[in-house]
């Protein structure tokens, strides 16, 4: 049976380079492997893929029972497919907080590491495979580091990922802030996008307190062009918290460039939760949070209601 390799259902760069630098990898030592989708992914992510030579993975719905699958950048329950807990899970590259709630059939390869990226996890992994890299492989491994430490500017920036992304660059030729731009600038397109589908692209699912947030950040260099919508996307953030079963929406533009998140602050209870939280002031429908960029390291372990 053919391996599934996957993210989770908000698919960044790392969530969609991975599947597919880790299809490589198993492939390339015998094991026959797939990379695979649960959602579509983000602008930046369909950027990468098509700049270094690969088709978008397929998007899966679900797994069927004894699927096997590795599963990679997430190792949440509420990030997988309904069905993950009777699939064959073999594997999992992580670099998040254990979440709980998983089930396997068997004893299973973890490895969750505190790195800024799962592509660099991934990397030292493959022990003396990853010499046997191909250019496509390399530049999917340096555009996943790129994203997931906004250039170098995220605070789960490592020295690993760092050294790491800057001997890769050095090895394809690229320039790492002129490609870095490039990503951004390809990320900070969302004009094709509906204001809940906004809320949706780069979003997790956590509990604090008793309360369920679906907590999304968008990270651009063009902030102006998201916040433009702030009217509707407030109007929206209710009926997303309704669908998808959560108490609210908690919406964080990163500026990328001035290293500050913008917070939408659409009632009383998201009001409440950015001043516990941050420390802040609010005085009207948003807060700029200076320094804040990451949501795993800086605003999931702030979170209070």
């Given amino acids: 049976m053919t391996t599934l390799v996957f ?3 908000s698919p960044d760069t790392d969530s969609t380079g991975s599947p ?12 026959e492997a797939k990379a695979a989708l649960l959602g579509e992914p983000n602008t930046e992510a369909a950027f990468v893929a098509k700049r270094w030579g ?3 993975p397929d998007v899966i719905v679900d797994v069927e029972d004894d699927q096997s699958c590795v599963i990679v950048d997430t190792n949440n329950p509420a990030e997988l497919p309904a069905n993950i807990n009777n699939a064959d899970v073999l594997a999992i590259i992580d670099h998040h907080k254990l979440a709980g709630g998983l089930e396997t059939k068997n004893p299973i390869n973890i490895t969750v590491r505190p790195l800024a990226c799962t592509a660099t996890i991934m990397h030292q992994m493959m022990g003396e495979h990853a010499g046997h890299m191909p250019e496509g492989i390399k530049g999917l491994m340096l555009s996943c580091i790129l994203s997931d430490t906004l250039a170098f500017r995220s605070p789960t920036t490592t020295e690993i990922d760092k050294d790491l992304a800057e001997a890769l660059a050095k090895d394809l030729g690229v320039d790492i802030e002129t490609y870095a731009g490039e990503m951004f600038e390809a990320k900070s397109d969302v004009s094709a996008f509906s204001d809940a589908e906004l809320l949706r692209m780069d979003s997790k699912e956590y509990a604090v307190d008793g309360k369920k947030f679906r907590v ?6 063009s902030p102006g062009i998201v916040l433009d919508r702030k009217a509707s996307l407030m109007e929206t953030m209710p009926k997303v918290a309704k669908e998808d079963k959560v108490d609210e929406v908690l919406l964080f533009v990163v500026d990328i460039i001035k290293e500050e998140a913008t917070m939408l602050i659409p009632n009383d209870l998201v009001k409440t939760v950015a001043e516990k939280s941050f420390d802040a002031t609010v005085d009207g429908d948003s807060v700029v949070l200076p320094g804040i960029m990451s949501r795993k390291k800086q605003i999931i372990p702030a979170l209070k209601v």
Avoid: A, P, Q, Y
């Fill in 216 to 221: 999304s950040v968008l990270e651009t260099t």
């Fill in 20 to 31: 597919l630098i880790w299809d490589w990898f198993l492939n390339h030592t015998g094991i």
């Fill in 7 to 9: 993210g989770h259902k």
């Fill in 54 to 56: 690969f088709d978008l």
